[in-house]
């Protein structure tokens, strides 16, 4: 594999191993490292400028995502998310945004909420122009504000662990088949509630949005012909 990895250059309370793993799935997610592609832990080390020790540790994490695959002995490549991979965190994010949101609407300041609503409006935007980027870019923003304001250091620590598979497995993909009219006015009731501090109301809303109604399961995708249609 070509130099596609930068050196890791420590600051603060950064700790290596955590930065191993972001920077590696960090260029999975942005295509520097792509599907099939083989890993190999001693040249990802020689160009991060670590040990092989991080670097184990932190496919490892990865292949727990899905984002790799390490056959032991043999090789550790880089995986394409499959609709099951997809559904699954699709499913994820959707029961955990809505769970921090009911956390964070009781207890965020008026700036914070500010910030937070601005997210759902420009996700409202971007469904409005049918710019599948833009609303998945403003969902990832919302979430981020979300996860901060529930003051919640564990749901912070699963969204570190969590957040580069979320974006690739969801980035590319939707099961979200809903008709564009139906979804806008879902982020605007989902909105409404945010604004209101309506937790019930918001976490419920984003249940709608992904269509997770008791019983059921996230379409396959099939139907999905845009990066993201959240």
Request: charged content about 25%; glycine content about 10%; proline content about 3%.
């Amino acid at each position: 594999m070509s130099d596609a990895l930068h050196p890791i250059d420590l600051v603060g309370g950064m700790i290596l191993s955590d930065e191993v793993y972001a920077r590696i799935g960090a260029a999975i997610v942005d295509g520097t490292l792509r599907p099939g592609q083989r890993l190999r832990d001693v040249e990802i080390a020689r160009q991060l400028g670590v040990s092989r020790t991080p670097v184990r540790e932190a496919l490892q994490r990865l292949e727990r995502f899905g984002l790799v695959e390490i056959a032991v002995g043999r090789y550790t490549r880089v995986t394409a998310p499959d609709d099951k991979l997809r559904r699954d965190t699709g499913e994820l994010a959707a029961y955990f945004l809505g769970n921090a949101l009911h956390l964070a609407l009781s207890r965020c300041d008026d700036a914070t909420l500010a910030r937070i609503v601005a997210a759902a409006d420009a996700a409202i935007a971007g469904v409005q122009a049918d710019d599948s980027r833009a609303v998945f870019t403003a969902a990832v923003e919302l979430g981020i504000s979300v996860t901060l304001a529930t003051e919640n250091n564990v749901f912070l620590a699963l969204v570190r662990e969590s957040s580069v598979a979320t974006r690739r497995n969801l980035g590319g993909w939707s099961g979200i088949l809903a008709p564009r009219e139906q979804r806008e006015r879902t982020w605007r009731r989902m909105r409404d509630c945010i604004a209101a501090r309506d937790g019930d109301g918001a976490e419920q809303t984003v249940r709608d949005l992904y269509g997770m109604t008791a019983g059921a399961r996230l379409g396959d995708g099939s139907a999905a012909t845009e990066p993201d249609s959240m």
